[in-house]
């Protein structure tokens, strides 16, 4: 099944640093430059698994742009990108810590221009399943697109799966709640959980049954959820050594998709999301 996935694509420009931070001097850190973005890495490891994917996103007309798209174009991932002449390509500074724990410094470029406009109808034509990044919906100057994205999904009978990405960005959880009303699976972890419906308890999920279809909710350590009118299911985390955190919620979106796109089960889905999740955190970098 082809799956179109909507949402960021840039570059990230990860910094490992052992140490604290020394404010207003030099920290010696590892420093590399690798694509990223939410939907971009979704799309990166879906390909990895197998699946026919489409990533439609908006890059800046500039050498990091390119590099976004060969990069994508060498992993499998057919890229239907607008081109913006005027922002450049999105960058994320990455700060990982000696645990792998991230803190990210982004400006979004060109993606905060992304627009109905460039959700073309022929990157989803012979589509079966569309997949939302939630920055698109949380930034208002994007947020039309990512409705338009959802609308044509459902013209075209796609089944849908969004992604929140931000617990943070998340100011009005009823607003967010009716941009994804009639979506099939919503993917969000324990802080947008919390966000959304005010208890980071898995089972709070089973209050958002009237708006989507089904939840699955990633709880760290503590393995993730699936949530449907059926009831709920869980799964164990996978061992891992953490080097760095960067996208393991992206790569266990794949997963889940990849498996639950295919006809396995929820709790097979939810193992494959997991194995991929627990893969994303051995290495520097969100792709695989």
Not at 117 to 130: C, Q, Y
Request: glycine share 12%.
């Amino acid at each position: 099944m082809k799956v179109v996935v909507v949402g960021d694509a840039g570059l990230d420009v990860v910094a490992r640093h052992e140490g604290p931070i020394v404010h207003g001097g030099d920290s010696r850190s590892r420093v590399r430059l690798a694509s990223g973005g939410a939907g971009a890495n979704t799309a990166a490891w879906l390909a990895a698994s197998g699946v026919d994917t489409t990533l439609i996103a908006r890059i800046g007309d500039d050498a990091g742009g390119r590099l976004v798209r060969a990069e994508l174009e060498s992993s499998g991932v057919s890229c239907a990108f607008a081109v913006d002449e005027v922002a450049p390509t999105c960058c994320v500074v990455v700060l990982v810590d000696g645990s792998g724990q991230r803190s990210m410094l982004p400006d979004r470029g060109a993606n905060a221009r992304f627009s109905p406009a460039d959700v073309s109808p022929a990157a989803l034509a012979g589509a079966g399943h569309l997949h939302l990044s939630g920055y698109v919906l949380l930034d208002p100057s994007s947020r039309p697109a990512g409705l338009a994205a959802l609308a044509a999904a459902k013209e075209a009978g796609l089944t849908t799966s969004v992604d929140p990405q931000a617990a943070a960005l998340i100011t009005d959880a009823q607003a967010f709640l009716a941009d994804v009303r009639g979506t099939d699976l919503l993917m969000p972890n324990t802080a947008e959980l919390l966000a959304l419906t005010g208890s980071a308890d898995p089972a709070a999920a089973k209050a958002l049954l009237d708006v989507v279809g089904a939840v699955v909710v990633t709880s760290g350590l503590d393995g993730a959820t699936w949530v449907s009118a059926e009831g709920a299911v869980s799964v164990p985390a996978e061992e891992a050594e953490c080097v760095d955190s960067t996208g393991a919620g992206d790569a266990f979106d794949a997963g889940v998709l990849a498996a639950w796109l295919a006809g396995e089960s929820t709790v097979d889905a939810l193992r494959a999301g997991v194995r991929l999740g627990a893969r994303a955190v051995t290495k520097v970098g969100a792709q695989p």
